[in-house]
């Protein structure tokens, strides 16, 4: 249970206060903020709850160890999302022994378009299309649209530049509205068939 008393600190003064005592206390309120926030992230890679619950465990491991590391440059939420969503796309790609997707750079739009279809996009037929795309596409859209990455919150965590990620997101929406849209067709179809078989 959460202890009161830090409850109006900051996390980043947390962070200070752990690394300057190195007093568990600290981390434990770190712990209990997050912990069902990253395990939500792991379990919308994988869809297994033990599996979820080791890659959450794993990723507050790795970040005692990192905790040092910290430079209050971006939210330390947007620093333990960064790791949550390295750390799924590392271990999903395992799994499937999936190559590394290559990055065209050099992309450089000022203003993204508006992304309307995507927002209204609703349903089961949503997250069919997003089990159907890679960790990496995966992984790009739940930051920006989910979590309100910046572009170069997003470019830091991939490791790619700014105009790669604007590439990567723009290529990433249009694949995931054409199999939203292949999916809904699919269901319509398939209501089209039940509807016309009971009539005969």
Not at 113 to 139: F, R, T, W, Y
Request: hydrophobic share 40%.
């Amino acid at each position: 249970m959460r202890n009161s008393k830090f409850k109006h600190f900051k996390d980043e003064e947390l962070v200070c206060l752990f690394i300057e005592t190195q007093r568990n206390i600290y981390f434990e309120e770190l712990y209990e903020r997050y912990v069902n926030k990253v395990y939500r992230k792991c379990y919308s890679f994988v869809y297994d709850q033990s599996l979820a619950e080791d890659f959450t465990h794993d990723i507050f491991l790795k970040l005692v160890l990192k905790i040092s590391s910290y430079k209050e440059n971006s939210r330390f939420s947007t620093w333990l999302f960064s790791i949550t969503y390295n750390y799924c796309m590392d271990q999903v790609r395992i799994g499937k022994k999936q190559g590394e997707v290559a990055i065209e750079e050099g992309f450089d739009k000022e203003e993204e378009v508006e992304d309307h279809e995507l927002i209204n996009m609703q349903g089961q037929e949503l997250k069919k299309s997003l089990d159907q795309i890679s960790p990496d596409e995966k992984a790009l859209l739940l930051m920006k649209y989910q979590d309100d990455f910046s572009i170069k919150d997003i470019a830091n965590t991939f490791k790619i530049s700014e105009s790669a990620v604007k590439m990567r997101l723009m290529r990433t929406k249009e694949k995931i509205k054409r199999l939203y849209f292949e999916n809904i067709a699919v269901v319509a179809l398939l209501i089209l068939k039940i509807i016309l078989f009971w009539k005969k």
